[in-house]
């Protein structure tokens, strides 16, 4: 069943980058020389998601849905060209996609319950604090809508992500625009899933938030 387009309007959705995605490249704390900088940066680029896409040489994404000449371009390009490998809950791993929530402490809640997966998976069990920047963006389209309807339940699978990828990938061929859907581990927030760069608008940087784990058992805290 395909869910029902709804137009959608949605100023400041949040979405948390880590802080070393930022304006600053990482590779400047190897070196304080321009020249060996330049370098790195070369050699960084021949194997990076991200300018790889803007060349156009990633089979999920053509170089002509990307974005060029706005404010934070290249955060947004990194979203869609960065994807996880395992893919998410509404992409695969060929192509990333826009996840942003309406509220700020529904984003925590979704990036600390996968951070806290991540530790659990390696067994980290030393204090360790993960800064995150928080990016807003605008939305005016029309949206997939799987709120509030008991036969979407499948595409909210806690554990899975095999229903949602395979309605995303239906979704997307189609030519939607992404899907507005409630958040899985924050109960009464609101999610969304942008498939199109061009629909991220008004990106800029808001805030920032810190989520210091103690250690994988216990409840991790949040300072903003």
Known sequence: ???????FRQDDAHRLIPSRYGD?????RLTSHARQLEDLIDLDGA???????ESSLLPGISVHELLFGVPNAHIVNATFCHAHPAGS????PERGAWYAAFELE??????TYHKS?????ITWNEPETFTYDDYLADFRTSL???RCHAEYAPYLDPNSYRESQTLARTL???????IVYPSVRDAGGTCLVCFRPALVTNVRKGGSAAITFRDTRSEPSISY
């Open 144 to 146: 997939h809508d799987i």
């Open 117 to 121: 997966r991540e530790l659990a998976e």
């Open 106 to 111: 529904t984003s925590v809640t979704e990036v």
């Open 89 to 92: 809950r509404f992409n695969g």
């Open 1 to 7: 069943m395909t869910p029902k387009l709804a137009d």
């Open 47 to 53: 194997t990076n998601d991200r300018l790889l896409g």
């Open 24 to 28: 600053q490249s990482v590779l400047e």
């Open 172 to 178: 997307l061929a189609a030519g939607s625009s992404g």
